[in-house]
């Protein structure tokens, strides 16, 4: 599952569901930990040319929930 890269915060909001939806299918943490993969490849795909408060809203959503519900501190 892609994460689009048009909206940095959008696309956030697209892993916290995703890695939510991946850990209620009987704790697939690989499938969340691939979710998280997808959406920083999307990143590093389409490169921003400047980063803007949207794109740190994303990558701290995308943190803090690899964080709490994953356990890895990035």
């Known amino acids: ?4 890269a ?6 956030a909001e697209l892993v916290l569901a995703g890695v939510r939806a991946r850990l209620r299918n009987d704790l697939d943490a690989p499938g969340a930990l691939t979710v998280v ?17 949207g794109d740190v809203a994303g990558a701290r959503l995308v943190r803090g ?8 501190t990035l």
């Not at 048009?6 to 696309?11: E, L, Q, R, T």
């Open 37 to 53: 993969d997808h959406w920083a490849d999307s990143l590093l795909a389409e490169a921003p040319m400047r980063i803007t408060p």
């Open 1 to 4: 599952p892609g994460v689009p």
């Open 6 to 11: 048009a909206d940095p915060a959008s696309g």
């Open 65 to 72: 929930t690899v964080d709490a519900l994953l356990g890895v």
